[in-house]
């Protein structure tokens, strides 16, 4: 008995200790953990609303708009989601967006893909898997040409745009980055870089945030980065050690690294953002001056190369390995 009690009072400490850290988290204006992020979208004082993008030849796109609480207008970010479709933890990601002030906007890029033309809301994870797997990427190019249109278009918004993605998502924001000209940030979250061809026509700066313990994206990052700085165009990205890949929705894995390095590397996010979208832009009233973006829909292209040594594309330097 008293050896039951004894272990009682060990998985509840343990419990506490987890709750501690995920507050923690939550303190430190980060997106929520997974498990957390269907309570933080319900307690979420900010405006989030469902809205369908019209992406052109009848085609329909649903996306999650959240909206930032401030006075004046506010730079779009795009938020493309895991292999696992549009979820609940991408939904909190964009609100966490929101909180920064940006327009956060996450499109369903399986919209009319599921059974009775529906999306990821009404499949399970390993179905939307299937599902994305199997999109077309000069589609998912059209598809998020015209998120981008819609959202740049808000009456809030100011005519300057970004694009964030985690995972599948990663590797279509970075592929994004190559086919789209008006784009002016673009952020990747362990995803595989494109091509090396490729690389030649992007043209907004690039940030990388990678789990050090995620050899099959990280192989594909020192490549690019060597020849982006060939190319001098601006990328800088951290590779956090002991961190796995999803380190940004799976916070308590890792042994406490995913947690550790999703803290160094969502503030390292929002700058990046900030400087890049919100710089040097008018924010008057009025839209008749603003000049928009001209969504091109090429196709998208992405493909694995392989490895070796960290660089910082910017800087010219070695890319810090945190610790």
């Known amino acids: 008995m008293k050896r039951k009690v004894t272990l009682l009072l060990a998985l509840a400490s343990a419990l506490v200790l987890m709750a501690a850290a995920a507050a923690s988290a939550q303190s430190a204006g980060l997106p929520p953990a997974e498990g957390a992020a269907k309570a933080r979208l319900d307690s979420s004082p900010r405006h989030g609303e469902w809205v369908t993008v019209d992406a052109g030849s009848g085609d329909k796109v649903d ?37 920064e002030g940006f327009i956060a906007i996450a499109p369903d ?45 808000l009456p809030a918004a100011l005519p300057r745009y970004g694009v964030i993605g985690f995972c599948w998502g990663g590797t279509a924001s970075f592929a994004y980055a190559t086919q789209q000209p008006g784009l002016a940030a ?54 956090y050690p002991g961190a796995g890949h999803a380190f940004a929705r799976a916070q308590d894995g890792m042994n406490g690294a995913n947690l550790k390095a999703i803290q160094q590397a969502w503030p390292q996010t929002i700058q990046f953002l900030k400087t890049n979208l919100e710089s040097g832009v008018s924010r008057g009233t009025t839209r008749q001056d603003d000049t928009h973006a001209v969504l091109t829909a090429f196709a998208m292209r992405c493909v694995c190369d392989s490895p070796e040594g960290a660089v910082d594309t910017t800087s010219g330097g070695p890319v810090a390995l945190l610790h």
């Open 186 to 239: 673009d952020v990747v979250f362990y995803g595989t870089a494109p091509s090396k061809d490729a690389l030649a026509r992007i043209t907004a700066p690039v940030l990388g945030q990678f789990g050090g313990s995620d050899a099959r994206v990280d192989t594909t990052i020192p490549p690019a980065a060597a020849e982006m700085k060939r190319l001098g165009k601006p990328f800088t990205y951290t590779m």
């Open 109 to 153: 890029l399986i919209s009319g893909k599921a059974p009775g033309g529906k999306g990821s809301r009404a499949v399970s994870a390993d179905d939307a898997r299937a599902l994305v797997s199997e999109l077309d990427p000069a589609e998912v190019t059209r598809r998020l040409n015209a998120v981008a249109a819609y959202a740049t278009a």
């Open 63 to 99: 996306a999650f708009v959240v909206y930032p609480e401030r006075p004046d207008r506010a730079p779009v970010v795009i938020v493309i989601h895991e292999i696992f479709g549009l979820s609940d933890w991408v939904r909190s990601v964009a609100d966490q967006l929101a909180a």
